[in-house]
């Protein structure tokens, strides 16, 4: 999980009293506040959780979310329902959007989803699906001779 999981919690507790400010002028704008800014470290705990597509698409709602967090603030603070909002909470917020925004870029430029995607090998559709079956193996037997660091053949190949 992101160190900035912890980040946001924090974030979720300094938020309490604002939202509950906020809720005395417009119910509605506390309720989306909260939801929101609860939906930030859902969707980051999701994410940790997941592989590959679903972990980017978990990534950028949290994003979203975290962003929407900062305009229902604004609009609080424009409407006048609260006179200021701790810098603190904000730069912690500011944070958060920052780590979140790096990440989703970086699964963007392929360093998340699509460079699995490039790994995968190309079918040989030409060929018998016993030797297609043994490829497989032999693609297998590779990965784990290079995850291992190994020079001699594995226990099963010997034969």
Avoid: F, W
């Amino acid at each position: 999980m992101l160190k900035v999981y912890e980040t946001m919690l924090g974030v979720l507790r300094m938020l309490r009293p604002v939202i509950a400010q906020i809720e005395k002028h417009d119910r509605d704008l506390g309720n989306q506040l909260r939801r929101a800014s609860s939906s930030v470290s859902l969707n980051m705990a999701e994410a940790s959780g997941s592989m590959g597509g679903t972990r980017a698409v978990r990534y950028r709602t949290a994003l979203g979310s975290a962003r929407e967090v900062g305009a229902c603030l604004d609009v609080a603070l424009a409407m006048g329902y609260v006179e200021a909002v701790d810098a603190v909470l904000l730069d912690q917020l500011d944070h958060v959007r920052a780590v979140l925004a790096k990440v989703v870029r970086s699964r963007l430029r392929g360093r998340g989803r699509d460079r699995d995607r490039d790994r995968r090998p190309i079918p040989r559709l030409h060929r018998h699906p016993h030797q297609r079956a043994d490829d497989a193996i032999h693609r297998r037997d590779e990965r784990r001779r290079h995850r291992l660091d190994i020079t001699e053949p594995l226990r099963h190949e010997q034969t």
